[in-house]
């Protein structure tokens, strides 16, 4: 309030005392009438000072007030802030063992541990169920915040375990890879181990000797498809060996032809010189017949 409207506020003041005064003696009113006519007339506000300088001091009640006035959930209980700690611990170490597997990709024969135990820790912030002191680490954990920091990173890391198909070479309670996935493993070795065996030497020999293992390993890779038990982890390490051993099973063909080719050269080579002998006798037999 300005200084000029302060001035005109206590000129109105002594006006209405002034005018109270004069029917109080016109009347002769008692005390008490006297006072009730008193409360009805309006109090001094304080001054508010707009300053840059002078700012008024905030009382401490109010400031109480306000910190009262936040919600108490935002202070998560030992007991979730204890989980989310944990949480932490497995993300990272299910995180450190991806980044190895990625190539060759060995994602689900070698993090499928990290990712039961990160599930479970999940599961038990995620549950409905009370923890100690009937507290649920649901709300506070995974819808406390905006982003839903929690909730997203390990919907991250779910999609890319669904996307590269674990479950189907990991057995039910994550305990070990499935036999089929086993057994695909030992053909594999066994056929890449042939092909080792036999790659310096006579390629003839690595078609004759590693046909039957490569042929095993195709049939098996087959049913698993059908059946829908395969995942990242095979499809990705059939790719080179069926291209390498597609290129073996074709080397007799590519011999058996550039032979044939070969031996069809020299023939022509051969047939050259008797057709020049033939030519020059017959050209000798004229000259002494004339």
Not at 41 to 61: G, Q, R
Not at 164 to 174: A, D, F, L, M
């Amino acid at each position: 309030m300005s200084l000029s409207k302060n001035c005109s506020f206590f000129v109105l003041l002594v006006i209405n005392i002034c005018s109270l005064l004069s029917v109080v003696g016109a009347q002769n009113l008692g005390a008490s009438d006297l006072a009730n006519k008193l409360r009805q007339i309006p109090t001094l506000s304080p001054v508010v000072v707009n300053s840059p300088v002078f700012k008024p001091a905030l009382d401490s009640s109010l400031s109480l007030s306000l910190l009262s006035s936040f919600p108490e959930d935002l202070e998560i209980s030992e007991y979730c802030s204890e989980l989310l700690h944990i949480f932490g611990q497995r993300y990272e170490a299910y995180a450190k063992c991806l980044v190895p597997a990625a190539r060759p990709v060995k994602v689900c024969q070698n993090c499928f541990s990290s990712y039961s135990s990160l599930g479970d820790i999940y599961k038990n912030i995620s549950s409905d169920q009370m923890g100690p002191g009937n507290v649920s680490c649901k709300d506070s954990l995974l819808r406390s915040d905006r982003l839903m920091l929690v909730y997203m990173l390990y919907i991250n890391l779910e999609h890319l375990w669904m996307d590269s198909g674990c479950k189907n070479c990991i057995t039910e309670g994550y305990q070990s890879l499935t036999n089929d996935t086993l057994y695909f493993m030992a053909n594999l070795n066994q056929t890449l181990t042939c092909f080792e065996k036999y790659k310096e030497g006579n390629h003839t020999e690595l078609c004759k000797n590693c046909k039957s293992t490569y042929k095993g390993l195709n049939e098996l890779y087959s049913r698993m498809e059908k059946n829908q038990t395969l995942c990242i982890d095979i499809e990705d390490e059939t790719v080179p060996v069926i291209a390498v051993s597609s290129f073996m099973l074709f080397l007799p063909i590519i011999f058996y032809l550039s032979s044939f080719l070969h031996s069809e050269q020299k023939k022509r080579k051969l047939i050259h010189p008797k057709r020049a002998r033939s030519y020059t006798s017959l050209m000798n037999i004229q000259d002494k017949l004339s």
